[in-house]
C-alpha cells in the first residue's frame, strides 16, 4: 500500500457508473459537494479499461484534461454516482 500523501485528502470514495453500477474509481476526494473532476495522482484503484469510460456499459463519464497543470479526468455531469 502506498503511503497516502501527507498534504492531499485521505478520504476515498469509490466511484461508479450511473447506468450500470460498474465501480470506475477509488478516489481520494478533497472537499466536500458534487464530483467535477479527478486529478490523476489520486485515484487509488482505478477499474477502467479506457480513460473515462465504463469497462461494462462503454458510457463515456470524463474527458481528460489538465487542471492547474495536473492531469485530471473532467466528469461528464450526471455519469457518475459517488458513495
Ligand atoms: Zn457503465
Known amino acids: 500500500m502506498a503511503k497516502p500523501n501527507a498534504k492531499g485528502p485521505t478520504k476515498t470514495v469509490q466511484i ?8 470506475l474509481y477509488k478516489y481520494r476526494k478533497g472537499g ?3 464530483l467535477v ?5 489520486r485515484i487509488v ?3 477502467t479499461n479506457e480513460e473515462g469510460q465504463c469497462p461494462n456499459c462503454n458510457s463515456i ?13 473532467k466528469i461528464v455531469g450526471g455519469k457518475v454516482t459517488m458513495k
Not at 461508479?16 to 465501480?23: D, N, R
Not at 463519464?61 to 479526468?73: N, S, T, V
Open 45 to 47: 484503484d482505478d477499474f
Open 16 to 23: 461508479y457508473c450511473v447506468k450500470c453500477k460498474t465501480q
Open 37 to 41: 473532476k479527478c486529478f490523476k495522482e
Open 32 to 34: 466536500k459537494g458534487a
Open 61 to 73: 463519464f470524463a474527458r481528460p484534461a489538465m487542471i492547474r497543470g495536473a492531469p485530471a479526468l
